[in-house]
């Protein structure tokens, strides 16, 4: 992988070499930092030959300017400044990212005009300038000489602002959520043969150097909790599977919040197998539980004032002579059985016994758990949003607000009782589909009977984890999807003041 760019920050001066980047307001003056080059005449000539209007993320590119020792000025468009929220700068980082190319120094400054640049947006821009950076090619052996020379490299990043002092503290909060969304992303990228149920548990056993702790269930303590539906899932991989439990004391007394991901290490369907198109896509299949890693990593990276608990159930679901197969009957943590209709609806299994476990052992203020549970819901809202099913409106209307902050958005869909009757077996407590037909509701109507009275979402992925369309800060197959979302739910709802 490309070497991750040195950020630092300082004072706003016109930088003596490299490439220098300035954003531009929509439609404004040019002044500032590059009346200071005196190189204005000649981007204000540029900017008119080019009929730039400075968009947001619009770029103006000037070649060895004038007598200057810089190598290029690049100007941004910054859009308007007043819909420049948290994002709108994260975004602008990615843009500028884009540009730096064979630079090995460049200087971006933050300002507009009067409008001043806090400190906490030059922190977003600065977490948008690493998002954009990330690449995924460790398993690359033949390259150009060009792409051995990016890889080599790393471009010093000069962030001029108004407060370099409070923007590096800033930023240090920032930096720790991005630590969270490239593990996340890193964890989905990875081919199953690399990353199995145990090196998942070990990758995250990683984290207690943050200051986790970090505890692993083996198959053996799973049966003796009863955890028949995650272990009818995983009884067809010679892989066996683990429950990965962590926790973030970062508050006194209070009770924790809680989240839960599906780590279907690989899902060929079992029995009811997969069709061969796109199944290497089903690395990703444990996106719910590479999110709530990563969210783990954020929180304890940022010492945030909460105490949280993150639970992942990692299987693979294997096609074997041991596999369980449509119309056995499993019985699950809580006492309650369940006819498998078919094995490729299994996410649904492994939270059903992880979700149980969290509650009964945690007592948590809220849950909120995190899947790629269901082809269907790719078919509601397609890419640009995650599904959202939850039995309280405080907390879904909490996490609703957070995906609009984060652009990591959600939809509501229903929960209701004619749903749930779709899903009632003739010979268990339940079947695990109801069939295609509202397909995303009834998974988590299936999810819904093991959460009790406990506050509780579910977040389906499928859509939003991998194979997502690319932005300005995400350009990879996998997106980190989650980790901004349920980092800002914490940070804005449920932290020591």
């Not at 209070?254 to 198109?277: H, L, R």
């Not at 069939?435 to 506050?455: C, E, M, N, W, Y």
């Amino acid at each position: 992988m490309s070497k991750t760019p040195a950020i630092s920050f300082a004072k706003l001066d016109v930088p003596m070499k490299g490439a220098l980047i300035v954003l531009q307001a929509e439609d404004a003056a040019y002044g500032g930092i590059i009346e200071a080059t005196g190189l204005g005449t000649r981007v204000e000539r540029a900017a008119q030959v080019a009929e730039f209007r400075a968009k947001q993320g619009k770029t103006l590119e000037i070649l060895a300017p004038g007598e200057s020792e810089l190598d290029r000025i690049i100007v941004v468009g910054a859009g308007k400044v007043e819909q420049l929220n948290e994002q709108a700068w994260m975004n602008l980082g990615g843009s500028v990212a884009a540009q730096f190319r064979n630079a090995t120094e460049a200087s971006v400054a933050l300002e507009l005009g009067e409008r001043s640049v806090s400190a906490e947006e030059a922190a977003s821009f600065a977490a948008g300038i690493l998002l954009r950076a990330y690449t995924f090619d460790k398993y690359k052996t033949k390259k150009d000489e060009d792409d051995t020379k990016k890889k080599d490299r790393q471009t010093k990043v000069t962030i001029l602002c108004a407060d370099p002092a409070a923007a590096k503290k800033a930023f240090a909060d920032a930096e720790a959520v991005v630590s969270g969304v490239v593990l996340a992303r890193n964890l989905v990228n990875e081919p199953a043969n690399a990353l199995g149920p145990e090196e998942f548990a070990a990758e995250a056993e990683k984290l207690e150097k943050l200051g986790l702790k970090v505890e692993i269930l083996t198959e053996k303590e799973m049966k003796k909790l009863g955890m028949g539906a995650l272990l009818g899932v995983a009884q067809g991989s010679p892989r066996p599977p683990r429950l990965v439990v962590m926790q973030w004391n970062g508050a006194k007394k209070e009770k924790p919040v809680a989240f839960v991901g599906k780590g279907v290490v690989f899902d060929t369907g079992g029995v009811s197998i997969k069709p061969a198109a796109g199944m290497e896509d089903m690395k990703g299949d444990m996106g719910g539980a590479a999110a709530v890693t990563g969210l783990m990593c954020a929180l304890a990276g940022r010492k945030a004032k909460v105490n949280a608990i993150g639970i992942i159930g990692c299987v693979e679901n294997a096609v074997d002579g041991n596999a369980q197969r449509p119309g056995d009957i499993v019985t699950s943590m809580s006492g309650q059985t369940i006819e498998v209709i078919n094995t490729d609806a299994e996410g649904r299994l492994v939270l059903a016994d992880a979700l149980t476990y969290t509650i009964e052992r945690f007592e948590p203020q809220f849950v909120v758990n995190l899947a790629t549970l269901t082809g269907a819901i790719i078919i509601a809202l397609g890419n640009a949003r995650a599904g959202l099913f939850s039995n309280n409106d405080e907390l879904a209307a909490r996490l609703h607000a957070a995906g609009e902050v984060t652009e990591e958005k959600l939809w509501r869909l229903p929960l209701a009782r004619e749903y749930d009757k779709l899903i009632d077996s003739k010979f268990a407590d339940m079947k695990n589909t109801g069939g295609r037909p509202a397909g995303s509701i009834t998974a988590a109507q299936f999810l819904q009977r093991f959460v009790k009275d406990t506050p509780w979402a579910h977040l389906d992925v499928a859509g939003t984890a991998m194979g997502s369309p690319s932005t300005d800060i995400s350009q990879g197959w996998a997106s980190g999807y989650g980790v901004r979302l349920l980092d800002r739910l914490v940070r804005d709802n449920y932290e020591a003041k």
